[in-house]
């Protein structure tokens, strides 16, 4: 039964954690307001700064390393007229 | 205004400013210990870049890292941010209080005539005279102190890629007086008697101060003469890439066996640590087996970027770029898309932000349209594992690996088939007049082996991100999907027949069966669609439940012997041309403000994959490798 419960505790967490990391930054960003102004009242109000900066960190391929200019290879552009 | 941060303690604000490839990002990463890319070329930062950097003296920076620029008056995007920071026309974007206008001090006839405009603002600079060491090398002299004078700005000359390189520049920093805030300035584009006075201005400046070596003894022209001859050049250009794909299987075979073994090993020893029951199949079938059969890889990643970045930091891609723009113009793209399409090899993302350097609507989106025909990494894992199991490891002509052959023809395939599109799209969308291509030739040098190196750290760091994280989270839910629900009771097939993924596979398959897909590749192909490798882990995840323990590293051997030679091509001409990334269609909708083009790419691509992969499929049977 513990067993159980854990497998479905890691399954839940993946799936949460695929659809956090393939949803747009904008609709993360849109969501994670969303849930500041829900909890501006509450204990849970401390956590949104770092519930905002999670959401605003690109993913998508590379891990957004093109929108971060930290892939090595990512911004390679030609600065040419 | 002084920033603000956090702990109290005020922070002032000054922005990098410079012409392209005059060693900003260098002196940006040694100021704030950061790691932003650096390339021997033009046009890396297309955004600004923020860090922070702290003086000898205690003083705090907040440093802004801003687009390259030969003037303010812009003419692309990525110039506009950087007219746009300095000018205080961004919105949330306060005035830097000071300006350190960079340039390269081996080529300050070209860099000056920014430095001019910058300084007629009236906002503090200070300017800095980064690549010094190579002026002095090359016997370049500049009289600091009578330079500094003319323009009536602190110059300090600076060297961006060695460790106390910045401490001038932070010494001069720390000697300004600050305004608490500076007003958003006025700017008007210059007039032609004001850049004429401009050039007149530099030629004086440049007769006082700089003393260049009456004889050019630099090897460039010499090295330049055969890299960008007509045939010459084209034939070296072959030659590297070709070099680059032998050792992609050449040089990896040894760190992947040493991986290999530690999978192998990890997966044994929780196998024996375990009971058998779910938590075992998640650990065993699901994480390892996945994650496994995409790690191998991480060796021949590495090997093509250690590639990439060390031509790069030669200075060979932009000659590369001109050698092809001829060419390039006849087939309907601008000379600028050979950088942004270039890019795509790592990425296709970073390759379709690029594009904003083209100014032309339909030049740009063109490049955007056929940037994923560029073989990007996430492929490589794919056309290794298909490569490794299907392709002998035999010498040709006793000189060339035949998979590493093999490698090359299939990003060769995709460069043909974009190149097809492109004709295709100047026949139907059409473009604006060919604009040849003009961009300053970076002078060639060594590459340097610490941005080598940290180009790499972050290559293995950006690939192990992925494997820890969407790639792990998607392999549970692969593996979650394949387990239930369990077979009913008295059930004879195997169990994966009977489970979610199973039966989607099978519900699928007939849409894939005239390219000779099975249904485990149907599987593989839907997570394939968040990050391309998610496919082969799939497949280890999918072969692992069905053939029990240790697919990790056995997965090449095992496909080899339940798939057709027929369906492996065909596989390797779907991955060519499909759009299996869904972050890339996001991002092309992003920056063509528009759902319509995302959904054309989609559409052409899924249609060009489906066709490349029934001709390669039908065909291949029709040869007897059925």
């Avoid at chain 2, 300095?86 to 860099?111: F, H, K, Y």
């Avoid at chain 2, 990003?411 to 004709?423: E, P, Q, R, S």
Wanted: hydrophobic share 50%.
């Amino acid at each position: 039964m513990l067993e159980e419960l854990l497998i479905g505790l890691i399954v839940v967490t993946a799936a949460l954690y695929s659809l956090w990391y393939l949803t747009p930054v904008s609709e993360r960003l849109r969501l994670a307001q969303a849930i500041a102004k829900r909890c501006s009242q509450t204990r849970a109000s401390a956590l949104t700064p770092a519930l905002q900066r999670a959401a605003a960190q690109p993913t998508g391929a590379c891990a957004g390393c093109g929108a971060r200019g930290k892939c090595p290879v990512g911004q390679s552009l030609g600065k040419a007229s | 205004m002084t920033a603000a941060t956090l702990d109290g303690v005020a922070e002032r604000r000054i922005a990098l400013l410079g012409n392209p490839n005059c060693g900003k990002t260098a002196l940006f990463n040694l100021l704030t210990g950061s790691r932003q890319k650096v390339a021997n070329y033009a046009g890396v930062t297309v955004e600004r870049k923020e860090g922070a950097a702290t003086s000898p003296a205690g003083t705090r920076y907040r440093v802004l890292d801003l687009p390259g620029a030969y003037s303010l008056n812009a003419d692309s995007a990525d110039e506009a941010v950087t007219r746009d920071v300095i000018l205080g026309r961004l919105d949330g974007e306060p005035l830097p209080q000071v300006l350190v206008c960079v340039t390269d001090a081996t080529n300050l006839r070209l860099n000056l005539r920014l430095v001019l405009e910058v300084k007629r603002l009236g906002l503090p600079m200070v300017l800095a005279l980064n690549m010094s060491d190579l002026a002095k090398r090359r016997g370049i002299e500049i009289d600091v102190a009578r330079l500094s004078e003319l323009l009536g700005v602190p110059v300090v000359p600076t060297v961006g890629i060695h460790r106390q390189g910045a401490d001038p520049l932070l010494a001069a920093l720390d000697a300004l007086s600050y305004k608490p805030s500076v007003p958003a300035l006025e700017w008007q584009p210059p007039t032609l008697a004001e850049i004429t006075e401009t050039h007149r201005q530099v030629r004086e400046i440049l007769l006082q101060t700089v003393r260049e070596p009456a004889v050019d003894t630099r090897w460039d022209e010499r090295i330049d003469a055969v890299v960008m001859h007509p045939i010459a050049g084209l034939a070296i250009l072959a030659s590297v890439l070709f070099l680059m794909f032998q050792a992609v299987f050449a040089w990896a075979e040894l760190p992947m066996t040493a991986i290999e073994t530690a999978v192998s090993w990890l997966g044994q020893t929780v196998s024996q640590a375990l009971p058998d029951g779910l938590l075992r199949s998640l650990l065993v079938d699901g994480v390892i087996a996945g994650i496994g059969s995409v790690l191998i890889f991480l060796p021949q990643i590495v090997i093509l970027f250690a590639f990439i970045l060390a031509l790069e930091d030669s200075g060979y891609l932009p000659r590369a770029a001109f050698l092809l723009d001829r060419f390039m113009g006849k087939v309907g793209l601008s000379g600028r898309s050979f950088i942004p399409l270039l890019s795509s090899f790592a990425c296709a993302i970073p390759g379709i932000m690029a594009t904003r350097v083209i100014s032309n609507w339909r030049d740009r989106l063109s490049t955007i349209l056929i940037a994923p025909l560029m073989t990007c990494s996430a492929r490589l894992p794919v056309y290794a594992l298909l490569i490794g199991a299907f392709v002998p490891k035999q010498q040709v002509a006793g000189l060339f690996n035949l998979q590493g052959l093999v490698l090359f023809v299939l990003y060769l395939a995709g460069i043909v088939g974009a190149v097809l599109v492109a004709f295709v799209l100047k026949r139907t969308v059409g473009r604006g007049m060919h604009h040849p291509l003009m961009m300053e030739l970076p002078t060639w040098r060594l590459p340097n082996l610490r941005n080598l190196l940290l180009g790499l750290l972050e290559r293995v760091k950006i690939f192990l991100h992925r494997v820890g994280g969407i790639i792990l989270a998607l392999m549970i839910i692969v593996w979650a999907l394949s387990t239930f629900p369990a077979p009913p009771p008295g059930a004879t097939g195997a169990a994966i027949d009977y489970s979610f993924a199973g039966m989607l596979g099978h519900f699928i398959q007939p849409l894939f069966a005239p390219i000779g897909f099975g249904w485990e590749i149907c599987i593989a192909l839907i997570p394939g669609m968040a990050a391309r490798e998610v496919a082969v882990a799939a497949l280890g995840t999918v072969y692992s439940l069905q053939a029990g323990d240790d697919v990790a590293t056995q997965l090449a051997p095992l496909i080899a012997n339940q798939w057709s030679l027929a369906t492996a091509l065909s596989l390797l001409a779907w991955y060519v041309y499909a759009p299996q990334c869904l972050s890339t269609l996001a991002v092309v909708k992003r920056e063509t403000q528009s759902w319509r083009y995302p959904l054309l790419m989609a559409g052409y691509l899924f249609a060009m994959a489906y066709l490349a992969s029934f001709l390669t499929y039908q065909i291949a049977l029709r040869m007897g490798a059925g």
